[in-house]
């Protein structure tokens, strides 16, 4: 059993493209889009002549005001696109580029008036409308295209060949349902264009038998019996007695609609969809909307104004290219300058490498030979203690390296644990260290005390003393938190008093 294929391979373009016949592949296929401002009627005109071009052309493309020719260009080769057609506005009026994808040529047409198509159906007093007419492509009509000029002769074969060939030995007449009228005045040189649907219409049957094998429902309220329905010829109206026997055709093949089987005799009916549009040629260009002027219906250029025309644009193009191959060299040396910039900061990226690691080496070796001759000198310095005391020395004595000492030691490093105090205290353990600082820079102890501070002391009953000078003092800090307890009255943490001359509550009386 084969693998099954993901959504990946079933959307790719590739296979689709693999998958698609050969005949719909060399289709002629068609962008529609309208450039710069333009208003709404004409943007509606955009939409109609694209039912036109169905089912070949980009029904729903989405054209932006930043969207240039070159952009729709890129991908015309992708998606087999063959013609474009460009509509634009100006002042002076409305106007239809007809373009042959990729390298021209271009015929610019002046829209006189145009019709769009919901106003041609809502016209009609029978609208007959067959979205089925739009899946296949429609049969292009050309009148009167037979004038002299070149610049006919380019516009009749623009115009076939905007639609597919039809190969009148293999085509299905099913398949034609819409043809395309292209009608050439000479007098006034507008080009009138229809656009309408085919019907087959069976004739040599009355009204009710034509109902019947059309399919339509018929009303046998007048009427008593079925027999009656059909042998009434006297309900028909005028307008549907049979047409003209020109317009009568003896059908080959069968056709999709009901009472057109093959070799019957039915009647060929046009209904306009519309739109309609009546233009004129201005100008015919070599190029893709640009290009040497082959024919312009309001200026005509003598033979020396043409030859000056084209010099001057030969010497536009020799010039382009010029700069083109200039433009070209100019990126090639960049891109060598860029590489060999690249290389070159490789190459110094490189040494310093190697710059960082013979330095390193070198810094490891004078460590090692600094390490071995303090190792000497200890080995020397051992040696001599051996000499001199008679006995061996301790084993940190000689060594200069702390980290060696700790390394070679019985007993780890011990270490201290930073005590953690809170905001207050570490600032006023700070204040403390300063003033103690102060005070030993002046020559003093902490606790030196004078033969002065001996006069502040005085003996308690129990033959205590206590300071009698700064007892404010102590009554001011008493209720202070400090680390370890409070101060009381003699200065001393965590103790308490035990005999007190002033007033005082319960026990502390005697």
Not at 28 to 43: A, M, N, W
Request: proline share 3%.
């Amino acid at each position: 059993m084969g693998k099954r294929k993901g959504k990946c391979v079933k959307k790719n373009a590739a296979t689709k493209e693999a998958l698609e016949p050969e005949h719909l592949v060399k289709a002629p296929h068609s962008f529609v889009i309208h450039r710069g401002k333009c208003t709404k009627d004409l943007e509606d005109l955009t939409k109609d002549f694209r039912k036109i071009m169905e089912p070949f052309t980009a029904s729903q493309l989405k054209e932006r005001k930043k969207n240039t020719i070159k952009d729709f260009l890129s991908v015309s080769g992708y998606l087999h696109v063959s013609h474009m057609m460009v509509f634009t506005e100006t002042e002076l009026g409305s106007y239809m580029r007809l373009a042959r994808l990729p390298r021209g040529p271009t015929l610019t047409f002046r829209i006189h008036n145009y019709s769009l198509s919901r106003d041609v159906i809502s016209s009609l007093k029978k609208q007959y409308v067959m979205s089925r007419a739009f899946k296949s492509a429609p049969l292009i009509v050309l009148n009167s295209f037979s004038g002299e000029g070149n610049h006919m002769k380019l516009m009749a074969t623009m115009f076939q060949n905007m639609f597919p060939t039809i190969n009148i030995t293999t085509v299905k007449l099913k398949n034609i349902r819409r043809c395309v009228l292209m009608n050439y005045n000479p007098a006034t040189k507008l080009i009138d264009m229809r656009h309408y649907v085919i019907r087959a219409i069976p004739v040599g049957l009355n009204k009710g038998t034509k109902k019947m094998v059309q399919g339509k429902i018929p009303n046998l309220n007048r009427c008593k019996d079925m027999s009656e329905f059909f042998d009434k010829a006297a309900l028909l109206s005028e307008s549907e007695f049979e047409d003209d026997p020109s317009s009568q055709v003896l059908l080959p093949q069968k056709l999709a609609s009901r009472g057109a089987a093959a070799d019957s005799r039915s009647a060929i009916r046009l209904v306009e969809l519309g739109p309609r549009i009546t233009m004129q040629l201005m100008k015919v260009e070599d190029g893709l909307m640009d290009g040497e002027v082959l024919f312009h219906e309001l200026i005509e250029k003598t033979e020396e104004e043409k030859a000056y025309i084209k010099k001057k644009r030969e010497e536009k193009r020799r010039l382009k290219e010029k700069r083109k191959a200039q433009q070209e060299a100019n990126v090639k040396r960049k891109e060598h300058e860029k590489e060999e910039l690249k290389q070159k900061a490789l190459e110094g990226i490189k040494k310093k490498k190697e710059i960082t690691e013979n330095q390193r080496l070198m810094e490891l070796a004078a460590a090692e030979s600094q390490d071995a001759q303090e190792m000497e000198q200890d080995e020397d310095d051992a040696d001599y203690y051996r000499q001199e005391v008679g006995a061996e020395p301790e084993h940190d004595l000689f060594s200069k390296n702390p980290a060696r000492k700790r390394k070679s030691g019985d007993e780890p490093a011990r270490g201290f644990k930073k005590m953690r105090l809170d905001k207050k205290l570490q600032k006023k353990y700070n204040h403390k260290q300063e003033d103690t600082s102060k005070k030993t820079k002046q020559g003093k102890r902490r606790f030196e005390r004078n033969e002065d501070d001996k006069s502040n002391f005085r003996k308690n009953r129990d033959g205590k003393k206590r300071f009698t000078k700064h007892e404010d003092t102590n009554k001011q800090r008493r209720g202070k938190k400090v680390f370890g307890g409070k101060i009381n009255k003699f200065g001393k943490m965590g103790q308490k008093r035990e005999n007190h001359m002033g007033k005082g509550k319960g026990k502390n009386k005697k």
